[in-house]
């Protein structure tokens, strides 16, 4: 167990729709990451907070957003939902400083029918 | 700009065999960090381990060893005496030290498969 919550673990949902991907990072880590993985693309880096603030930026599409609030969990919105956006979405965390691990949620598997 | 390769895009042996994981890695950063993630088919990334760029010495951990070298921008890992259990997507991944706290660059990953 890494420590680092995901919800839902499985979601299914229409084109055109819109999702919430919920993240609660490990205790004491102030940066989340978001990663998509998908069969063609591999691991891809989305986007990346730290204490609330949007540190990096990845490949996040325009209909992507995410944030981070003072409690440190981390929301990942994806809207007008494409079957290309079909994928498993990781949450990771990591510790403050330095270039310690990250340590990944279980994932959220979205399927866009 | 960062990248890292894994050429080797599945590979298949028979139990108890050694198999060796290829990882090449691009990076200007003078300070940076490899790793190693497994993703069994259950879907989870574990983390494996972790080097920085200033310690070159090989490590091993059990069935595990890592070698990496400088020279040839390379990260390889091995797996001696493979087991059915070992079957997973390998990931190598490469993190700048920017001040801190930058995301992952991954590799494709490897897919092992581990034949009784």
């Known amino acids: 167990d890494s420590g680092v919550t995901q919800t839902p673990k499985h979601l299914i949902t229409a084109t055109g729709q819109r999702v919430t991907l919920r993240c609660s990072p490990r205790?004491?880590?102030?940066?989340v990451y978001w990663y998509q993985q998908s069969l063609d693309q591999g691991l891809q880096f989305l986007i990346q907070?730290?204490?609330?603030?949007?540190?990096a930026k990845g490949n996040i599409l325009e209909r992507f957003s995410a944030q981070q609030f003072p409690d440190l969990h981390s929301e990942l919105n994806l809207s007008s939902l494409e079957l290309g956006d079909s994928a498993l979405y990781f949450c990771?965390?990591?510790?403050?400083?330095?270039?310690?691990?990250?340590?990944f949620g279980e994932g959220s598997r979205l399927t866009v029918l | 700009a960062q990248k890292v390769t894994q050429a080797q895009t599945e590979i298949s042996v028979v139990e108890k065999e050694d198999v060796t994981l290829d990882c090449v890695y691009e990076?200007?950063?003078?300070?940076?960090?490899l790793f190693w993630y497994k993703q069994p088919p259950s879907g989870e990334l574990v983390f494996l381990i972790r080097?920085?760029?200033?310690?070159?010495q090989n490590e091993i951990s059990g069935r595990y060893s890592w070698n990496f070298q400088k020279s040839t921008s390379s990260f390889n890992f091995t797996i001696t005496a493979s087991q059915v259990v070992d079957s997973a997507v390998y990931f190598c991944?490469?993190?700048?030290?920017?001040?801190?706290?930058?995301?992952?660059?991954f590799g494709k990953g490897t897919r092992l498969s581990v034949i009784a």
């Open positions: 990771a965390s990591s510790v403050t400083q330095g270039g310690g691990e990250l340590f």
């Open positions: 205790s004491g880590d102030l940066s």
């Open positions: 907070y730290y204490n609330g603030e949007e540190r």
């Open positions: 990076t200007r950063d003078t300070t940076y960090y």
């Open positions: 080097r920085n760029s200033f310690d070159e």
């Open positions: 991944a490469l993190r700048p030290f920017q001040g801190g706290n930058t995301p992952l660059v």
